[in-house]
């Protein structure tokens, strides 16, 4: 075996180790490409992940010259470039040479800041069996065409990154299986335990009205309401672990539950799609946040519920006309309850946008759109 070999083994073992024990896809995708850099002695290099829709997300880079890293890599998030349009169009199958880059020619033309005299780069798209995820790019200063032994590094490389994008992809849904079993299971032991004894509660409670006198039955007689309050509640808790209601669809759902709670919801929806199982849930439990927080804090029990679906986009926006709170938009790292931050989470894990607009006697606007 030749030293060229060797170290060809040696890159792919080092690489294969970081793959294997990361679980960030950042990390992960961060380490290897230093790591392949260091033992190819590339210089420049970075990794888009490539969503179906065409949407990419510079996920690791090292190394770029200042061009750029311009307006905080604004170069690297927005535009077209050769290696995206073939890969979205399917044309981009194995490691290639791009004749030339067109990130790094607009950088020169715009005057965005120095080049290292880079202007061609490797391409390979980032693949596991049929599924791709996105593209590795590779450079370095005055070179312009890369041998066939190197792509055939890179591309080995690519599969490796491949398939740990999909290890880490099984993995998170196996987890989301895992905890939507667990809501089921701690939504049916409530329901078979906790709400029939409230159940049971009540109706000892409301015997006791009908033979109490007086102190004695006033007290049974508020027994018996705070054991059917604490009944709805459970219910509502039941629905937020275990939100079946989503089989009539969101606007349904979430109708459905501002009802259950005490609240008229006049619910409109635009436009009509099949909406990711993940975003609808995430959907759902954000209205139900919001309607919990206007039957508790608005002082109203009518709320207004806009579902707008338009081609790669929905917009959920939940408003009422209640007591309000001062907040301004720009304070959204302050927002004032947990539940607030817990919707903008949720939201902000689907590469959502997440807006709250209120006033103190001018109600409560929250807004929430998500690509798909």
Same mark, same amino acid.
């Given at each position: ?33 230093? +790591? ?15 969503? @179906? ?19 905080? /890599? ?39 800041? @120095?080049?290292?005299? /880079? ?15 996105? /593209? ?16 055939? /590094? ?12 999909? #290890? !880490? ?8 299986? #895992?905890?939507?079993? @667990? ?38 007689? !508020?027994? +018996?309401?705070?054991?059917? +309050? ?11 672990? #275990? ?101 903008? +989470? ?27």
């Amino acid at each position: 075996m030749t030293n060229e070999q060797l170290n060809e083994l040696k890159i792919l073992k080092d690489i294969a180790e970081i793959l294997n024990e990361s679980t960030d896809v950042k990390k992960m995708l961060q380490g290897t490409l230093v +790591q392949l850099l260091k033992a190819t002695q590339l210089h420049t290099g970075w990794i888009f992940l490539i969503d @179906e829709c065409g949407n990419y997300e510079l996920m690791a880079a090292h190394n770029l010259p200042d061009g750029l890293t311009n307006h905080q /890599i604004e170069p690297m998030r927005n535009g077209s470039c050769w290696c995206v349009s073939r890969y979205c169009n399917g044309k981009l199958t194995k490691a290639t040479n791009t004749m030339e880059c067109k990130r790094l020619d607009e950088a020169t033309v715009h005057d965005w800041g @120095e080049t290292n005299n /880079i202007t061609h780069h490797a391409t390979v798209p980032l693949y596991s069996g049929k599924e791709q995820f996105g /593209i590795l790019n590779v450079a370095a200063p005055g070179k312009q065409y890369f041998n066939q032994q190197e792509l055939d /590094i890179l591309g080995a490389v690519a599969l490796q990154i491949g398939t740990a994008l999909k #290890r !880490l992809h099984l993995i998170k849904k196996e987890q989301e299986m #895992r905890l939507r079993d @667990e809501r089921n299971r701690l939504a049916q032991d409530l329901h078979d335990s906790v709400n029939q004894l409230l159940f049971s509660i009540q109706l000892t409670a409301k015997a006791g009205t009908k033979i109490g006198h007086g102190a004695s039955g006033d007290m049974f007689e !508020l027994i +018996q309401q705070t054991a059917s +309050q604490a009944q709805a509640e459970m219910k509502a808790l039941i629905l937020q672990l #275990r939100p079946d209601g989503l089989q009539q669809g969101l606007v349904c759902a979430l109708t459905s539950y501002g009802e259950m709670i005490g609240l008229s919801v006049n619910a409109i929806r635009e436009g009509t799609a099949f909406l990711p199982a993940s975003v609808e849930e995430m959907l759902f439990r954000a209205g139900q946040e919001a309607m919990n927080n206007c039957r508790k804090h608005a002082g109203v029990h009518d709320v207004k519920l806009l579902l707008s679906i338009q081609k790669e986009k929905v917009t959920m926006t939940v408003s009422d006309k209640g007591m309000g709170f001062c907040y301004e938009e720009y304070e959204s790292a302050m927002l004032p309850t947990i539940g607030l931050k817990a919707m903008k +989470q949720r939201v902000e894990k689907q590469s959502g946008t997440f807006h709250v607009t209120s006033k103190l006697g001018e109600g409560t606007t929250i807004q929430i759109a998500v690509p798909f």
